[in-house]
């Protein structure tokens, strides 16, 4: 079988919509996350290969998990995020959870509902939001507002993206009943531009997204380490604006992303916003460990 990493895509960390351990994160604490990082990569790249056929995608994916458990070391993501999980005594659960939406996206092309959707990304995103968290040894009642804004940024990578797996991969995330509701066909994703209903239905979902991420408000404040809130003050505000790109434009014949400037503008506003708002919180109340780093 061919090893995992002959299956890359070549998109690397930098090459996301969002951060990932940027220098905002203390470096103690990039190595894992950077192995995580890795591991999902290859196992994101299986899924989406053109290549490969079901068995052979889901083949992959089981072998890149029995290395993460320790049955093999064939694939050097699968081990090094094994390694990096035992020097922090961390659960691999997370690595397994995304693997399991890797599964869906080979044999799932179609979801029924936002409930449906959401229970995708409860595999797909919200791990990884976890994941950071568990890194970092903050308190899991950070959960729900993480479990929100990871939600958020993957359903607006769908939307932004909605063309492009329709017509390469045939998968489509915008729920059926979206379409339904807007008078849309899931076949109008395959158009170089979206018709008047399929725009409808793309804002509407985007619009539903938006209450998503304002439940996420709260997220940067419940984080104990200083860094890792700005680095999710950061992303909450790319979020922000991706999601109100998709309500004003057309992700099949439109930019749907940030560009440099505007990656480099939000990202400093939003650290200072942060910054200046956890100065307003600190108090003789508040305890010492409560401003790490």
Known sequence: MTAAAELRSGKGHRDENFPVASWLIDARHRGPILAFYEFVRVADDIADHPSLGEREKLDQLDRLEKNLLGE??????????????????????????????????????????????????????????????????????????????????????????????????NRVYIPLDAFAAAGAKVEELGAARASPALVTCIRQVAARNEILLRES???????????????????????????????????????????????????????????????????????PQDARG
């Not at 995304?98 to 996206?105: G, I, N």
């Not at 990884?128 to 890194?135: A, E, I, M, Q, S």
């Not at 200083?226 to 604006?241: P, S």
């Open 72 to 169: 093999g070391d064939e694939n050097r993501e699968g081990v090094a995020l094994r390694a990096a999980l035992a020097e922090r005594s961390l659960s691999p659960r997370h690595a397994q959870d995304l693997l399991t939406a890797f599964r869906l996206d080979v044999t799932k092309l179609r979801y029924r509902d936002w409930d449906d959707l959401i229970s995708y990304c409860a595999y797909s995103a919200m791990p990884v939001g976890r994941f950071v968290l568990d890194v970092h040894g903050e308190s899991r009642a950070t959960w729900p507002a993480n479990d929100a804004l990871c939600a958020a940024l993957q359903i607006n990578n769908h939307l932004q993206d909605c063309g492009k797996d329709f017509r390469d991969l």
């Open 217 to 287: 408000d709260p997220f940067a404040s419940l984080i104990e380490n200083t860094r890792l809130a700005h680095e999710v003050a950061v992303i909450h505000a790319y979020a922000r604006k991706i999601v109100a790109m998709l309500q004003t434009r057309d992700p099949l014949s439109e930019r749907v992303h940030l560009s440099k400037g505007q990656f480099a503008l939000h990202g400093l506003t939003a650290v200072v916003l942060n910054a200046l708002r956890r100065i307003g919180r600190a108090g003789p109340a508040r305890k």
